[in-house]
Antibody, heavy 121, light 111 residues
Framework: QVQLVKSGGGLVKPGGSLRLSCAAS????????MSWIRQAPGKGLEWVSY????????YYADSVKGRFIISRDNPNNSLYLQMNSLRAEDTAVYYC??????????????WGQGTLVTVSS | QLVLTQSPSASASLGASVKLSCTLS???????IAWHQQQPEKGPRYLMK???????TKGDGIPDRFSGSSSGAERYLTISSLQSEDEADYYC?????????FGGGTKLTVL
């Protein structure tokens, strides 16, 4: 079955960096786009970034553009989110999710468990 | 600009049906969406992809009680025979090249 297992969350000071990882299994990782989504405490879901199946294209929400970097390692079935220049407003539970794409439609069809990132001094 | 609008809350009685709505922004009535459920203290779960013609593709293990429909720029999620575990936040989500968008979510209370 599809599994997305995350690691790398925790407490970091404002201006600091953190790297999230998401290990995928149960499907052919290199065939799928992947996304990061976050949820601030008590708030709704916010899309953060997505990467195409071969990693050739990446896209970011305006709120993280220039600070976060999404990447993937297809041979090792892993997705990453490098978060730099972290701010208090980046405090959230971060989810990785698989995207199913067909005919130009790409929607999230499997979610990993969340990992909490807290940015505080 | 791609925007999805949802009512913040809804409620219905145990065993009844409820219809949640998600409205696409002007000019985007042809877009498909996905519905996701987030039960309290849990991560989201994909429910279904819903096309503009009302056809939908459900995720693994999603009960028949969950169905989708469309009308113009409106996308609906209908849950019948409500159960206590259906009390959750429901999010609609859509996409275009370079962007993914979530609605604000609807908190469903089962009375």
């Amino acid at each position: 079955q599809v599994q997305l297992v995350k690691s790398g969350g925790g407490l970091v000071k404002p201006g600091g960096s953190l790297r999230l990882s998401c290990a995928a299994s149960g499907f052919t990782f290199s065939d799928f786009y992947m996304s990061w989504i976050r949820q601030a405490p008590g708030k709704g879901l916010e899309w953060v970034s997505y990467i195409t199946s071969r990693g050739s294209s990446v896209y970011y929400a305006d709120s993280v553009k220039g600070r976060f970097i999404i990447s993937r390692d297809n041979p090792n079935n892993s997705l990453y989110l490098q978060m730099n220049s972290l701010r208090a407003e980046d405090t959230a539970v971060y989810y990785c999710a698989r995207e199913r794409c067909s005919g130009g439609n790409c929607f999230l069809d499997y979610w990993g468990q969340g990992t909490l990132v807290t940015v505080s001094s | 600009q791609l925007v999805l609008t949802q009512s913040p809350s809804a409620s219905a009685s145990l065993g009844a049906s409820v219809k949640l709505s998600c409205t696409l922004s002007s000019g985007q009535s042809s877009y498909a969406i996905a519905w996701h459920q987030q039960q309290p203290e849990k991560g989201p779960r994909y429910l279904m992809k819903l096309n503009s013609d009302g056809s939908h593709t459900k995720g693994d293990g999603i009960p028949d009680r969950f169905s989708g429909s469309s009308s113009g720029a409106e996308r609906y999620l209908t849950i019948s025979s409500l159960q206590s575990e259906d009390e959750a936040d429901y999010y609609c989500q859509t996409w275009d090249t370079g962007i993914r968008v979530f609605g604000g979510g609807t908190k469903l209370t089962v009375l």
